[in-house]
């Protein structure tokens, strides 16, 4: 194979000229593979190895890089040499480096040596293991390691294969709350008739992840019947079980049909908790489907010391965690488990002809496709089984302890200046906080209560773009009550103690900045 | 860091012995990022070399896996060299090789150097892209290479971004279509009201892939509002406008509400065209959103020889085709291009306050969370603009005509034998054939039709069973019109005309020992 590096004619397409120095003949050829394979890993262990020298939120203007690459794709091949070098010039400038030490924002998005290892082997197969006969393997591992994972998270043997339940690997939560809450919306509408979907009411809190409302509005629930009760500070934003009773008992006194409770485990905003235990009481006394969405905080409780954030599971009928966050996966690889499977498999299964074989009509094997919305699906089981053999479980909770460790510390460096506060308590590995102004107006005079918070919040929005344009650290933003607040989630792999001492460093000088105007 | 390898007592955990000879400190370390990375780069490639030496369709027995592998996570890391063995040992029989020269099932998955090394970059950066700011380069790219794909298929400019409609990059297609399901419904119902969800009426062929019947049910459409409009050989199974037309008309005298046809292009049992043109004049004359799924034909079009197959797409809503499956990129990679992406938007999208930023609510930007079912998203654009450019248009053309070519090849051989015949007309690299039995029966004597076509099938099932059961090739089965048929799929990357002529001469093998004894 013969490259030629293109030119700028060579970059427009507009007439079929031949030439024989562009001709590739075998796009999947082993040397190739090898040749270039070993060209980007490199590429790509030299870009962790000086990752610290990137500005880790990007800095650039929406556009920027339409004017830097042509309006074509290339009419001739181009080397990978020249790629790997646009990365770096034009790419590496617009990508907001969530792999960085110094990234805090949202949740982690975590990658692994043994993760990137487990996505190449999945790629380097690309089955596409829709049926258990599509490629064997893809689906009993991801049974196996569906069990092995939900053994060290102390799951109730019913959400296991080994207890008639069953654990599958999704892309994200958003998909795999839409299974379950397709699954239930079914089972309800076969007892009580198709023509009462307009009666399914689907229930979370203020604080439950956008993902719930987004699966509603596809699953075609009724707008005016997605309840987000409303949390307070005396609950710490977590879901009150009377709240939820109170609210299904109205429903159901206006004719409703209650059908879905998602609680979560960790918010995205705080981290906050719902009471699991207490709420599937509740749910039970109404026949409602329970989903715990754990997308962060899940892997936390292979540790037995947070294992309790779950106590209560038991009484739910689906789990999900999503490795790519915290469990060094890299992206995608979310765990659901369910009790019942055949619940998922009534709702989402469709038998097309081309797809039948022995084995899925002897019934003895999983068809993964149906507990999905997809038909064709990655090879994902590999990444968490690497993960999983390739650190051990030792290793895995002292990951998570050592970012839980480095959250408190933060935690800590905050609550010894007396110019921040802490808001939300910290559960796992975020710490939520935000700088006080001074308790009166610039003009010295005192001001009233909603003054004051707008003014702390135009501080802490100020704070925040004030650090993350500075390329040094990555943090992003929530809004509780009202209140501006900053989140420094600790987790992405490379993150050690120095990053966050120094990080604090930041947020402290940019706020002294800050303060000196206000 | 080092590594011991385990002992089986290692592989249980049942308390927590440390032992710092299994200690990780950094799980992306990038000395041993770089040391496996080689390692894993190299194992892949070798896998390539001897591809040819596994049998393609895997022979393993429910459940095989379960009896090789530990019932639990190991305690302690395990070295990723212990892994590989194991992945050979265990994995490997298995895997079905869908990257195999003899594979011939489905569609193929269709990797390639390039797309691998698109995906380990995408990996590698591991950001997740919901929006413009989480990392601009992700969106920015995969505006600018759905604009690039969409020129090279020809497409209306109003599906581009540079004619206000736009391109998104999603898993699969059945995501693509429930996005533009919901959004159609929400289009009709906030002119129709709510409560008139049981009134839709969705539209498909009896040919068209099953994704449409499980979006429809995701979406909430009624079971009984769902049309499979029955094609006949005299249409070469496509869907006729007429057909389409007289099921509307019927429906809309039934006071319901047509809302979204499904057009496919290259249906997956047979390859037939649905004639995208003159349904969507009927489309029109009802207001009916039409979506032309191209998810394994699609690629063709970048051929000027193929591209009037989607003539009239001007009159459509939404069009996919799956990169993955014959344009190189490895799985998932479903490219959706819409004209009016305020419409998956007002359906799709949701706005967290932890999301918010500048960018965003300067609406200068795209926010792809709002076009898909997920808010989270890999960077998927970087294996698409790595495939156009390190191929080229010139030599993407020439893969796809050397598969045609191939295809037609096969077909010619399969024509020559009286013994057998070719089914439905060969349009792009499938082909449908099936073996005749003799005119009679077992016993000398003339039987009745149905008996015929019986035995007919059963001949066909058995000699599919046997050449994949040979693990020389693998071909997978179709029926149509209630007759048995096998599929010739030819696009593994890897398949050279040797292989087409060796996959007939076992075809024909097999079919004479089995013709022997019928």
């Known amino acids: 194979m013969e490259f030629h590096i293109s030119n700028m004619d060579s970059l427009k397409f507009d007439h079929d000229h031949e030439n024989n120095s562009h001709i590739i003949t075998n796009p999947l050829d082993p040397q190739e593979f090898r040749r270039n394979g070993h060209l980007v890993i490199d590429f790509i262990a030299d870009y962790y190895q000086n990752i610290e020298k990137y500005q880790v939120l990007s800095q650039v203007e929406p556009g920027y890089l339409r004017k830097l690459l042509p309006e074509s794709a290339p009419y001739h091949a181009e080397p990978i040499e020249i790629i790997l070098q646009d990365v770096q010039k034009y790419i590496m400038p617009g990508i907001t480096h969530w792999q960085s030490p110094n990234y805090f924002a949202y949740f982690p998005s975590s990658g692994s040596v043994a993760g990137f290892l487990g996505e190449m082997l999945s790629t380097g197969f690309n089955v596409v293991g829709f049926n258990w006969m ?111 009773r109170a609210t299904i008992q109205s429903d159901v006194q206006a004719g409703l049909v209650p059908l879905f409770l998602c609680a979560t485990v960790g918010t995205t905003s705080t981290n906050a908790i719902d009471p699991i235990g207490p709420l599937c009481e509740v749910a039970k006394d109404f026949g409602i489907w329970v989903h715990i969405d754990a997308a962060y905080a899940g892997s936390a409780f292979i540790c037995p010391e947070f294992r309790h954030f779950i106590d209560g599971i038991e009484g739910a009928n689906s789990f999900t965690l999503n ?143 004030s650090i993350n344009g500075s390329g040094k650290v990555y943090m992003s933003p929530t809004v509780v009550d009202g209140a501006y607040i900053i989140r420094c989630a600790i987790g992405a792999t490379l993150t050690e103690e120095r990053h966050v001492i120094m990080a604090w460093k930041i947020v402290k000088e940019h706020a002294a900045t800050l303060l000196s105007k206000y």
Not at 150 to 159: A, D, I, N, V, Y
Not at 382 to 400: D, H, I, P, T
Request: aromatic share 10%.
């Open 323 to 465: 490795a790519h966050k915290w469990f060094f996966t890299t992206l995608d690889c979310c765990c659901l488990w369910v009790k019942d499977p055949s619940a998922l498999i009534k709702s989402l299964s469709t038998n097309a002809e081309f797809l039948r074989n022995k084995a899925s009509d002897s019934k003895q094997v999983v068809d993964y496709k149906d507990w999905q919305i997809t038909l064709s699906r990655r090879f994902r089981a590999m990444k968490l089984w690497l993960v999983l053999r390739n650190y051990g479980v030792a290793n895995l909770r002292n990951f998570l302890r050592s970012h839980v460790k480095m959250a408190k510390l933060f935690e800590e460096l905050v609550g010894l200046d007396n110019r921040f506060e802490v808001i939300a308590p910290r559960n796992f590995a975020l710490v939520c906080f935000r700088v006080l102004p001074s308790p009166k107006g610039m003009d010295g005079y005192e001001e009233g209560e909603a003054k004051q918070v707008e003014r702390a919040n135009e501080l802490n929005k100020k704070l925040l773009e």
């Open 134 to 244: 599509s490629s064997p393997a893809a689906t009993e591992l991801e049974c196996i390691v569906m069990d092995w994972l939900g053994e060290m998270l102390k799951l109730p043997k019913s959400f296991l294969f080994s207890g008639n339940g069953g654990g599958v690997l999704q892309g994200t939560t958003c998909e795999a709350i839409l299974c379950t809450l397709t699954a239930a919306r079914d089972q309800m509408l076969s007892q009580f008739g198709r023509d009462k979907i307009g009666n399914l009411v689907v229930y979370g809190s203020d604080q439950t992840h956008s993902a719930l409302q987004k699966a509603a509005q596809i699953a075609g629930i009724y707008p005016k019947n997605f309840r987000a009760i409303k949390t307070t500070k005396s609950t710490l934003y977590g879901l009150c079980p009377n709240s939820l």
